[in-house]
């Protein structure tokens, strides 16, 4: 029978591949085909070890694989922050020093549930396949591993660990793990990352335009200010607004109006003759991201938006064939 070989890049397959090939193999029965590839002949043999365990009693002999197959089937904070991490490009050690696990199970585990390494350059497919519908209409509650992805790809290491650090310093036993939980007034976050999350959590066309608008406004005011004070006031209303909106947003509720405004989306022309505009969004968007995420990284802040991935739908482009994206 033909041996199966996998694509070396399929924009169309999900980064379980390698596992959703093994156990279709398996289910296959005594006619499956064989597969070329090293970490699916490894998960077939698993998966049978599994089966057999049930009447022999023996665990499978592949403790690395066991032990990331259980951080794939628990779900949860720690598998969401390792496939996290994993599309930031953290090397495994660097991975097993943040969430407390052996570096060779992190290896098992990208090279058999979370296959991203090899195409870690194509934006476009990361954006369909890993963080979702979200980055377009903005992120639901449940949401939260296709967040962390998002920061992850965008900001890269440094702030994907604060925002990990301010959720787990939030989190209560028990407590589900959502978005608006961890944008409540007493989650204790520092409000700069509360801000870079509500900003993901705001759909980026329709009635929160305005909600763009109205903190591009306070943001500019914030640059133009001479007096630090006045300055840190203006951020932090801008951060307090977007965090309120989307609080609003998430619980089916109509979108507050920041005090004092009572202008609609095309009332104020700027330095520059440029229209605030609120279908215009995807640069209001780029500002509150980057101002969100320069205070909260200091120094160590991107200098150029194209570091991070576009919220806004963009034109339909190729990968190509070396696996590099849109």
């Given at each position: 029978?033909?041996?199966?070989?996998?694509?070396?890049?399929?924009?169309?397959?999900?980064?379980?591949?390698?596992?959703?090939?093994?156990?279709?193999?398996?289910?296959?029965?005594?006619?499956?085909?064989?597969?070329?590839?090293?970490?699916?002949?490894?998960?077939?043999?698993?998966?049978?070890?599994?089966?057999?365990?049930?009447v022999t009693g023996l665990p499978p002999e592949d403790s690395l694989l066991g032990a990331a197959h259980r951080i794939y089937q628990d779900g949860g904070a720690l598998r969401w922050e390792i496939e996290a991490r994993l599309v930031a490009g953290?090397?495994?050690?660097?991975?097993?020093?943040?969430?407390?696990?052996?570096?060779?199970?992190?290896?098992?585990?990208?090279?058999?549930?979370?296959?991203?390494?090899?195409?870690?350059?194509?934006?476009?497919?990361?954006?369909?396949?890993?963080?979702?519908?979200?980055?377009?209409?903005?992120?639901?509650?449940?949401e939260v591993s296709n967040l962390w992805a998002w920061i992850a790809l965008g900001g890269g290491p440094l702030v994907l660990d604060a925002v990990v650090q301010a959720f787990r310093a939030a989190m209560k036993p028990g407590e589900p793990l959502?978005?608006?939980?961890?944008?409540?007034?007493?989650?204790?976050?520092?409000?700069?990352?509360?801000?870079?999350?509500?900003?993901?959590?705001?759909?980026?066309?329709?009635?929160?335009?305005?909600?763009?608008?109205?903190?591009?406004?306070?943001?500019?005011?914030?640059?133009?200010?001479?007096?630090?004070?006045?300055?840190?006031?203006?951020?932090?209303?801008?951060?307090?607004?977007?965090?309120?909106?989307?609080?609003?947003?998430?619980?089916?509720?109509?979108?507050?109006?920041?005090?004092?405004?009572?202008?609609?989306?095309?009332?104020?022309?700027?330095?520059?003759?440029?229209?605030?505009?609120?279908?215009?969004?995807?640069?209001?968007?780029?500002?509150?991201?980057?101002?969100?995420?320069?205070?909260?990284?200091?120094?160590?802040?991107?200098?150029?938006?194209?570091?991070?991935?576009?919220?806004?739908?963009?034109?339909?482009?190729?990968?190509?064939?070396?696996?590099?994206?849109?």
């Amino acid at each position: 029978m033909t041996a199966l070989t996998l694509d070396d890049f399929d924009p169309f397959a999900l980064p379980t591949r390698k596992w959703d090939l093994a156990n279709e193999i398996v289910d296959d029965g005594p006619q499956r085909p064989d597969c070329d590839d090293p970490a699916v002949q490894a998960a077939v043999v698993f998966l049978e070890q599994i089966q057999a365990e049930k009447v022999t009693g023996l665990p499978p002999e592949d403790s690395l694989l066991g032990a990331a197959h259980r951080i794939y089937q628990d779900g949860g904070a720690l598998r969401w922050e390792i496939e996290a991490r994993l599309v930031a490009g953290e090397s495994d050690q660097q991975i097993a020093v943040r969430c407390d696990v052996p570096p060779d199970v992190i290896g098992r585990y990208e090279g058999t549930f979370f296959n991203v390494r090899y195409c870690l350059k194509a934006w476009g497919y990361l954006l369909n396949q890993v963080v979702g519908e979200g980055v377009h209409r903005g992120f639901e509650d449940d949401e939260v591993s296709n967040l962390w992805a998002w920061i992850a790809l965008g900001g890269g290491p440094l702030v994907l660990d604060a925002v990990v650090q301010a959720f787990r310093a939030a989190m209560k036993p028990g407590e589900p793990l959502t978005l608006s939980t961890f944008l409540r007034a007493d989650a204790g976050i520092d409000p700069r990352i509360q801000a870079l999350v509500a900003s993901a959590v705001l759909p980026p066309y329709g009635p929160s335009g305005i909600v763009w608008v109205e903190t591009r406004r306070l943001l500019l005011d914030a640059d133009a200010a001479i007096d630090e004070d006045r300055r840190a006031l203006l951020l932090e209303r801008a951060q307090k607004h977007v965090v309120h909106c989307a609080l609003a947003v998430l619980a089916l509720k109509p979108l507050p109006r920041l005090k004092g405004s009572s202008r609609g989306p095309k009332e104020r022309t700027p330095a520059g003759g440029k229209v605030d505009d609120a279908k215009g969004c995807g640069t209001t968007v780029k500002d509150v991201l980057l101002h969100t995420i320069s205070s909260a990284m200091g120094d160590n802040t991107p200098t150029n938006y194209d570091n991070l991935p576009h919220p806004v739908p963009r034109s339909p482009g190729a990968i190509a064939e070396d696996g590099t994206g849109i």
